[in-house]
């Protein structure tokens, strides 16, 4: 493998690595502002630029491919001189609104100039400014943060497909903005805001919701379609405030939708049933579980289970079903018309996929058959789901939900038991391409919502089972 | 360690030392001035730099407070509590501001953090309620005894 020297440590590298990936190798960081591993390189923002002996000139490490045998310095004078200027260059038009903007604590602006800017302006000036126009409902813009990396204009036209970002005008009175100020059009939209080094694109879910620094971050997997996306759920106080990519680049590469970046919002609904229901008015858990017990035990019931449940909470469902509730069928149910792997395709050209819960390819692995109609001599529905999959229509029989349910959802059931959905609980969920992945639990359970398992364990341990149980042995 | 003073033969009876110090107390009680002052009729002056209740600059009519959190992150008891919105005339300010006085040990840390000079502290130091309460924006927003 041919070798190179960075800051005076040697570096193996394949043919055709930039010098910035090189160098993130051997841990030396190489500042950068348009550069993103996941877009086409323009080496526009010069930040990267450092110094490669017998080189006349400082050379941007984004666009230069490593070498065999060069001699790379990053801090040297000369190149630490240039990383000076390009913050003050930057920093001549930005506002520095920074107690304002959402993006300070995890912005690259701020923190690079920290790094390497100086800590006083020459600049006596005014400032730029424009006047923002609307951007549609995910992306809020601010134009007068903007540093022209145009990673933004890169990412509509290599990743989402869409050429909606242009940069009007030239120099100083460069403006990036959407094509004749129309709002976005792209299902990707939140990536924006992930990728802009600066504030000029903010979510507007998020918008003054928290500061970054604030918020707990755990590494999760989106259940929003069965392409299962890594990401992170960033929660602060048990509640959830914004969930960001992570980069997988089997699977997601950088980024994700806008429907599984926000699908997190069911979970703080306010008309999510998050204490045990019997037909419709809140109860104890207990009574809720004899209720189910005396209306549900030794009569055939269908089992209809979401394909948005982990692949631990199917097979528990399986097996303790058998001996609960023996002569029940179980079926899955998801999303209409998408009942089999075989239905599950793209639903475009990046990341979605028609099936928009998590784990069908999960569900399918253990066995159990899509849900078609109700199987004979069934007395009973009990419905266990994740908070995503598509409730069918049930009319003349008693239903029973464990899981989550919403209060229109859960309209004429006999008993629900709220339960967890995918920030509230661990397991393992199957995506598309047959790889397993683990949810992590980001948040407590809202209210009095339960684990499947613990549900059971009442089920199964409640006191008039106990009593059963000990008069059989007797 | 146990050290054993090797002490001289009438200094083992203390009577001396005893009234030595028995003339330094009276001394301070027969001439010294007073130390304590008759509080509510008499008034410390105290520093400008005194640390005492909360209160939000105005510039205008309006809060120089934007909202940024520094302060609720600063504060080590965890005393503040923000919450930030938008209006036309502000593009983040502080729907809710509120500070339980009660868990504030007044470091003056707030007052430090804070870039618009927003959160002070004043110099009132008379803070006694008969409940426990969390004073809020409009609480804070009038400008008693400010620097």
């Known amino acids: 493998m041919p070798k190179c020297t960075i800051d005076g440590r040697e570096v193996e590298f394949s043919a055709g690595e930039n010098l910035l990936e090189v160098a993130r190798k051997v841990g030396v960081e190489v500042p950068y502002f348009c550069y993103h591993p996941g877009l086409t390189v323009v080496a526009q923002c010069r930040m990267c630029a450092v110094e490669i002996e017998k080189f006349p000139k400082l050379q941007t490490a984004c666009s230069t491919p490593a070498g065999d045998g060069m001699i790379v310095h990053t801090r040297s004078e000369k190149a630490k001189a240039n990383q000076k200027s390009i913050m003050e260059f930057l920093l001549i038009n930005h506002p520095l609104d920074c107690p304002v903007c959402d993006k300070s604590g995890e912005c690259d602006l701020q923190d690079n100039s920290y790094r390497y800017g100086d800590s006083y302006t020459r600049s006596t000036e005014e400032r730029r400014t424009y006047i923002d126009l609307d951007m549609g409902p995910v992306i809020k813009k601010n134009m007068n943060r903007c540093i022209h990396c145009t990673r933004c204009i890169r990412f509509g036209a290599e990743v989402a497909g869409v050429r909606e970002m242009v940069a009007i005008q030239r120099g100083n009175s460069t403006e990036i903005s959407t094509i004749d100020g129309r709002p976005l059009e792209t299902d990707y939209a939140g990536n924006y805001a992930d990728i802009c080094p600066t504030g000029s694109l903010t979510l507007k879910d998020f918008r003054f919701k928290k500061r970054a620094w604030m918020l707990k971050k755990t590494a999760t997997v989106c259940e929003g379609c069965s392409r299962g996306c890594n990401m992170e759920i960033q929660q602060d106080g048990g509640s959830v405030y914004r969930c960001i990519p992570r980069k997988n680049m089997e699977i997601n590469q950088y980024w994700m939708c806008d429907e599984g970046r926000f699908n997190y919002q069911y979970l703080m609904d306010p008309t999510r049933i998050v204490k045990p229901r019997i037909e419709g008015v809140n109860t104890t858990w207990s009574d809720a579980i004899g209720r189910l017990k005396a209306t549900l035990s030794g009569k055939k019931a269908t089992i209809l289970v979401g394909t948005d449940l982990t692949v631990e909470e199917l097979k528990l469902i399986q097996e303790m079903s058998a ?31 028609k099936s928009k819960t998590s784990n069908l390819h999960g569900a399918e692995k253990l066995g159990i058959a899509p849900y078609k109609s109700m199987a004979s001599g069934s007395e009973a529905v009990l419905i266990f789901r994740g908070g995503k999959a598509e409730l069918p229509a049930l009319t003349g029989i008693k239903k029973y939900g464990v899981g989550v349910f919403t209060e229109s959802e859960a309209q004429g059931f006999e008993v629900v038991l709220p339960s967890t959905s995918f920030a509230e609980k661990d397991g393992t969920i199957v995506n598309f391409q047959g790889k397993e992945q683990r949810l992590k639990r980001a948040i407590n359970p809202m209210g009095q919502s339960k684990q499947i398992g613990e549900i059971f364990m009442l089920w199964k341990n409640s006191s008039s089972a106990l009593r059963a149980e000990a008069t059989g042995v007797a | 360690m146990l050290v054993k003073r090797d ?9 001396i030392e005893i009234i030595k110090g028995l003339a330094i107390t009276m001394k301070n009680m027969l001439f010294a001035r007073n130390v304590t002052i008759q509080y509510p009729e008499e008034r410390r002056n105290y520093s400008e730099r005194f640390r005492g209740m909360h209160y939000i600059k105005a510039t205008n009519g309006v809060e120089n407070c934007t909202a940024c959190m520094l302060c609720p992150t600063v504060c080590p008891a965890e005393c503040i509590h923000i919450e930030a919105g938008e209006r036309p005339d502000k593009e983040k300010y502080p729907v809710k501001f509120e500070i339980d006085v009660l868990r504030c040990c007044f470091c003056g840390m707030c007052e430090e953090a804070c870039p618009k000079d927003a959160i002070k502290l004043s110099t009132i130091y008379e803070m006694s309620q008969s409940k426990r309460t969390v004073f809020s924006k409009d609480y804070l927003l009038e400008q008693r005894g400010h620097k």
């Open chain 2, 7 to 15: 002490l001289k033969p009438l200094a083992h009876i203390y009577l």
């Open chain 1, 323 to 353: 001996s609960m509730l023996p002569g029940s069928t179980i079926a899955h149910i998801g999303t209409n018309g998408v009942s089999t792997t075989s239905d599950d395709g793209a639903e475009d050209q990046l990341l979605k996929r």
